[in-house]
């Protein structure tokens, strides 16, 4: 048994509690610890927003548009991203001065999990996002059918 069952199966010994969530398949891995494995590195899904919400593809606009993020950095998330299968390069065989980066299909799946963090942020740290300090809704900040399309998770 992995560790994550057993320190969830002491947590809940002796406990009758209807509103847990207890997984019917049997991990061998915490799902959520592996998948921040790459996408919990700093840095990681602010590129993803950039390459799949702004469509900022190329290098140096990433690098541009994320204030305190280094080439080296970037470099190396991008490097990781791929690897990972989260992103893919396009372009840059003949002309290596025109690669540009593309989400995948793995890469569209962290999309509804971004617009999530977006919801929880201007919930709950609207006095930091927002000027006027109001919560807003994914409604109000996205009321793009695209946007719903991303949420229910339609390509």
């Known amino acids: 048994m992995s560790q994550f069952a057993e320190d969830q199966q002491a947590q809940l010994a002796g406990k009758e509690d ?4 207890w997984p019917q398949v ?14 919990g590195k700093k840095w990681t899904l602010l590129v993803l927003r950039d390459i799949g919400f702004l469509k900022i593809v190329r290098f140096n606009r990433i690098l541009e548009s994320i204030p305190g993020l280094t080439p080296r950095v ?12 989260f992103i893919e390069c396009v372009g840059g065989k003949r002309q290596p001065t025109m690669v540009v980066w593309r989400l995948t299909e793995k890469g569209r799946d962290t999309m509804p999990i971004l617009l999530q963090l977006t919801a929880f942020g201007s919930k709950w740290h609207s006095d930091v996002v927002f000027e ?4 807003r809704t994914l409604h109000e900040i996205f009321p793009q059918p695209e946007a719903r399309k991303i949420m229910m998770g339609i390509s």
């Open 74 to 85: 970037l470099s190396m998330r991008l490097r990781e991203l791929e690897d990972e299968g």
């Open 26 to 39: 049997k991990f061998v891995q915490c799902p959520i610890k592996t998948s921040l494995g790459v996408l």
């Open 132 to 135: 006027d300090r109001k919560p």
């Open 18 to 21: 209807d509103s847990v969530i």
